[in-house]
């Protein structure tokens, strides 16, 4: 099986990087079920990535659907420690123009029909998510973006609905009300189970349009979203090739946090441990178990 230290999460247009070499699909068995895709390995500059398209290739699974719990399982197995989430959102925030990117560090989860955690019944686990998104990787994501003269804001809020619908225009003017910055469906539970799988996660929010509380927002056009996402998608690429570099070389990556996530996150007794999930989470919490 092949191995990569750093994981993308995203759109396939992402994929498709200038100086990607070795690449190569590959399947990857998961104790949780099937995953979105098969991973897809390259190297960049020497160092070995695997990419995850989130809704699979041709984008065949709706937000509720996705199995997040395969996806970041598969990617704990390669060997992956640095998760880059890639995703498109909505505005709530006038000066959060489409085409914008915004480093969140923040998220609301609103979501209620997916499986949320790796532990449950006979081996239970509590994770902290007061501070959910890795601030190293967030450092790294800003001076990338910065190198490659992307406009990408520090900091902000991500509301994740359950979808598929959009919001309703009160429940947009509710989310603005609660310092609500961007809107989206997919990075909930997945930062919620990169957290408990001790992996460094961090999100590229990519703003297609703003949601519906904006007044010009029935006049927006299926072109021009199109026209938006696939020039976010070129800017995620750029970003992406300018970020590795900075996470490769990272020389402080391993006293992060984030790795250690399960140290006293185990509440259940060792003694009472059911044997069954104990194997299901080998790759997830072998480190602790």
Same mark, same amino acid.
């Given at each position: ?9 995203? =759109? ?6 200038? =100086? ?69 959102? =909505? ?17 609301? *989860? ?34 990338? $973006?910065?190198? &490659? ?44 189970? +990169? ?9 590229? +929010?990519?703003?297609? *349009? ?20 696939? $020039?976010? &998608?070129?800017? &995620? ?13 990272? $020389?402080? +990556? ?14 259940? &007794? ?14 997830? $919490?072998?480190?602790?178990?």
């Amino acid at each position: 099986m092949a191995q990569a230290s750093i994981g993308i999460i995203g =759109g396939s247009g992402v994929y498709d990087i200038e =100086g990607l070499e070795n690449k190569r699909w590959e399947k990857v068995e998961s104790s949780f079920g099937e995953p979105s895709d098969e991973l897809l390995f390259g190297e960049l500059n020497g160092v070995k990535l695997a990419f995850l398209p989130r809704h699979g290739r041709g984008h065949k699974i709706p937000p509720s659907e996705i199995n997040f719990r395969a996806n970041i399982d598969v990617l704990k197995r390669v060997g992956v420690t640095d998760v880059i989430s890639v995703s498109a959102v =909505g505005s709530l925030r006038e000066h959060l123009t489409p085409g914008t990117f915004v480093i969140v560090d923040q998220f609301i *989860d609103r979501t209620f029909a997916r499986n949320k955690s790796f532990f449950g019944t006979g081996l239970v686990a509590h994770v902290s998510m007061a501070h959910p998104v890795c601030k190293r990787l967030g450092d790294h994501i800003e001076a990338a $973006a910065k190198e &490659a003269n992307i406009n990408a804001l520090r900091g902000g809020t991500y509301l994740v609905m359950e979808g598929p619908q959009f919001s309703s225009l009160a429940e947009s003017e509710l989310y603005r009300s609660w310092g609500c910055d961007v809107i989206g469906m997919t990075n909930m539970p997945e930062a919620k189970l +990169a957290r408990e799988a001790e992996l460094c996660y961090a999100t590229v +929010a990519m703003v297609t *349009d703003y949601d519906c509380w904006h007044p010009d927002h029935d006049d927006v056009t299926v072109e021009q979203i199109i026209k938006v996402l696939l $020039a976010n &998608a070129d800017k &995620a690429k750029t970003l992406v090739k300018h970020l590795v570099p900075h996470v490769g070389k990272d $020389a402080k +990556a391993c006293d992060c946090g984030c790795r250690t996530a399960l140290q006293y996150a185990l509440i259940t &007794a060792p003694e009472a441990r059911d044997v069954s999930m104990k194997k299901k989470l080998e790759a997830i $919490a072998g480190r602790v178990l």
